[in-house]
Structure formats: C-alpha cells, structure tokens
C-alpha cells in the first residue's frame, strides 16, 4: 500500500494565523483527500486534491478557509487560514490504495490554536 | 447525502466476551471499510469490503456486509484487552468509474475491553 508522510504531526499557533500541512506520496495517485478529526469526533472529508484542477469542497468547507494546492501526483498541501479555536482538530490526508489496501492515512496533524 | 450510522458509540466488555458492531449506510455504496484507531495515532486499515455477502476475518474480528440490508457488521470473538480502541466503519460513494470517491464515517465505536 501507499505510504505517506505528513507534516508537520503537531503545532500549536496563534489565532489569526495559518497553517500549511503537506502530505508526500509515495507513488504516484490521482486523487488525494483531506479530511477534519475535531476533539473526540469522527473524521469528516473536506475535499478531494486533484492534480491539475481546482480541489473539491465539500459542504461547509469552502476554499478561502482551506485552500488546496495539487502541484503534481505524489505532493499536496492544506492551508487552515486565519484559524480560531474552532479550527483545532486533527487534519489527515489519505488515498485510495486499491481493493486490497482500501484508503491510506497519513499520520496527521494536530493543530491547537490558542 | 450518505450517511453512515455507527452503533454502539461506547463499548466496555469483559476479556473472553464476544460482541458485534453494526454499521448501517443509506444510499447505495460499492464498498464499505473498517478502521481502527488508537489514541493519539492514525487510522489503521481492518477490512475492505467489496460484495454482497463478503465476510473477512483476521484473528479476532470478523467483518461482514450485506449490501441489501445496507448492514456491515464487526465481530469480536474472545476479545483481549489488546483489542481496545475506536472502531470506524465508512463507506465511499457510488465508484465513478473515473477515480476513487472520500469515505463518509460512522462516528466510530469506543471500546474498552478490560481485564
């Protein structure tokens, strides 16, 4: 299966700020997929990276908060942008591994905004 | 809008003991997928479930889909104190044929299996 690392596992940053999470693939896949994990909750898509086109967001995400960059088929990246305390969750990206491997996770972020 | 239900939310069992997670989905899906997770990590891969009537096993835990009935099930069998962590089932809209879709979570199933 797909392996994928993530960066960086933790931060703890000022409200107002941004944040920018990357994921590196392995291999090489089309899609890429970032979902939310807020305190003690499941894990909620935010949207579908796909490389050489505008990211897919999902209801109640919208680009402006969680702009998505795609350069090419194994990198990605996820802004949270002018974050609050609302927005301290764990973020994973993930990929589809096939039949056999289902979905991948990166390891995650743990964001906290004070 | 798929929406996937998860129960129970809390589980607290006695080692030895048997027991069974249900997941219900509510629109058609190709494929449904168990993951575990322990505190402060990632999602684990279980079992990918592919057809009607697929049953997989590994070790303790056994998982089954009926896609007519829209019911996944996780069954623990003689459950160790190992075995104790945050159970998810999800599930992806209808394949596209062009590429994969995300997965829609239940809310996930706590387990607590003690000594």
């Known amino acids: 299966s797909a392996v994928i690392s993530q960066k960086p596992s933790r931060d703890i940053c000022q409200r107002g700020t941004s944040l920018t999470i990357q994921c590196q693939v392995d291999?090489?896949?089309?899609?890429m997929f970032w979902y939310r994990q807020q305190p003690g909750q499941s894990l909620t898509l935010i949207a579908t990276?796909?490389?050489?086109?505008?990211?897919?967001?999902e209801s109640g995400f919208v680009i402006d908060k969680f702009p998505i960059s795609r350069p090419n088929l194994t990198f990605s990246t996820l802004t949270v942008s002018n974050m609050s305390p609302e927005d301290s969750s764990i973020y994973l990206c993930?990929?589809?591994?096939?039949?056999?491997?289902?979905?991948?996770f990166g390891s995650g972020t743990r964001l906290t905004v004070v | 809008e798929l929406k996937v239900e998860q129960n129970p939310l809390f589980l607290s069992m006695q080692e030895g003991k048997n027991y069974t997670i249900y997941c219900n989905y509510s629109?058609?899906?190709?494929?449904l997928y168990w993951y575990r997770q322990d505190p402060g990590k990632s999602l684990e891969s279980l079992f990918v479930?592919?057809?009607?009537?697929a049953v997989k096993q590994e070790g303790r835990l056994m998982a089954s889909l009926d896609t007519k009935a829209r019911l996944s099930t996780l069954h623990i069998t003689a459950a160790v104190h190992d075995l104790s962590a945050t159970y998810f089932c999800?599930?992806?809209?209808?394949?596209?044929?062009?590429?994969?879709?995300?997965?829609?979570f239940g809310k996930g199933t706590h387990l607590i299996i003690q000594p």
């Open positions: 993930s990929v589809e591994g096939g039949t056999v491997y289902g979905y991948t």
């Open positions: 999800a599930v992806s809209r209808m394949y596209s044929g062009g590429g994969a879709d995300g997965l829609t």
């Open positions: 479930l592919l057809s009607n009537g």
């Open positions: 291999s090489q896949v089309t899609m």
């Open positions: 629109t058609t899906s190709d494929r």
């Open positions: 990276a796909n490389q050489g086109s505008e990211a897919t967001y």
